[in-house]
């Protein structure tokens, strides 16, 4: 029993036991992140303004035609030019001398095709600038009098803007053409192309508008649009596409520095309400842009008479201020 006790309480040291440690372990490679793809930007619709800006005018070489009469101190001839891979017609009235000369363009308000002659609705405001030194080109659109067809899936107007800024290319082809004073003038729907012409192109530098339509294309879109299939084949009806007509509104793309515009309108205009106009001009210059707007008493949608002769008369001395002449 002695030696049981000492066994069990005598004062050796209990032997301590060694806690295995876990084997070590690698620590484990996160999964490589995938690259992201950039996925392509879809391409904005052709007849959105931003589009139209990055669109190249190349124009080409413009032809005079046959003469179709002289005028006081200007002769004025059939002209053609290449548009979007097809020949456009027009007229062009040239001042007497060698220039250069300034370039005023008309652009013409909508008419039929099958009831449009040649000159109508652009000689009137043209004419009378050619004879006192400017040269004066109006376009016949495409599809008028010998024009061909303007570029696939553009709304009518959209067509005529191109056409019209081709134009302007090809003038610099001509060497009686001053290209670095170029004007746009236009009467009713013409007014609607220089409206847009003028946020698109800075080679304009100058704009008189006749009466024009909205510069809210919706307006324009829900009062006459929608009764002409081509007009609205590639933009639709303004309640289907309001992000569409946004983008083609040149109200939405106003900024400083753009060509000053005068407004001419008589207060009898059974086509283009006064609001329209009035609304127009309050945004020109809520940004900036040179412009003043006269009405003319009684007068109607096409001017005649004395109101013709004034409005021509103020149209000129616009011009000439903002080209510097």
Not at 209 to 216: E, K, R, Y
Request: with cysteine.
């Amino acid at each position: 029993m002695l030696l049981l006790t000492a066994a069990c309480t005598g004062g050796s040291t209990p032997v301590s036991r060694a806690t295995p440690h876990p084997a070590a372990t690698a620590p484990a490679t996160p999964a490589p992140e995938p690259t992201p793809t950039a996925q392509p930007t879809p391409p904005l619709p052709a007849y959105y303004l931003e589009s139209l800006r990055a669109r190249p005018y190349p124009g080409g070489a413009l032809h005079l035609e046959d003469e179709m009469f002289r005028g006081d101190g200007f002769t004025k001839y059939h002209m053609s030019w290449p548009s979007g891979g097809q020949t456009m017609t027009g007229t062009i009235s040239v001042p007497d001398g060698d220039g250069p000369f300034p370039v005023v363009v008309v652009n013409h308000g909508y008419i039929p095709a099958d009831r449009y002659w040649i000159g109508q609705d652009s000689g009137i405001f043209g004419d009378p600038l050619a004879a006192h030194g400017f040269i004066s080109v109006a376009p016949n659109w495409p599809g008028y009098s010998g024009s061909g067809p303007a570029p696939a899936g553009l709304p009518a107007i959209v067509g005529e803007v191109v056409t019209a800024l081709d134009l302007v290319s090809a003038m610099s082809t001509f060497p009686k053409a001053d290209t670095s004073r170029v004007a746009f003038i236009g009467h009713s729907n013409g007014g609607g192309v220089s409206e847009i012409a003028m946020v698109v192109d800075p080679r304009i530098k100058a704009v008189v508008l006749f009466a024009p339509v909205s510069t809210d294309m919706a307006d324009n879109g829900r009062k006459w649009w929608v009764n002409r299939p081509e007009a609205v084949a590639a933009i639709g009806r303004p309640e289907d596409n309001p992000e569409g007509y946004a983008h083609l509104s040149p109200r939405n793309y106003l900024a400083a520095g753009q060509p000053p515009a005068l407004f001419l309108q008589g207060t009898a205009d059974e086509d283009i309400p006064a609001s329209w106009t009035q609304a127009s001009y309050e945004a020109l210059r809520g940004h900036g842009i040179t412009t003043d707007l006269v009405w003319f008493p009684g007068a109607h949608h096409d001017m005649v008479g004395t109101d013709l002769a004034r409005a021509n008369e103020l149209s000129e001395a616009w011009i000439r201020k903002a080209l510097g002449l």
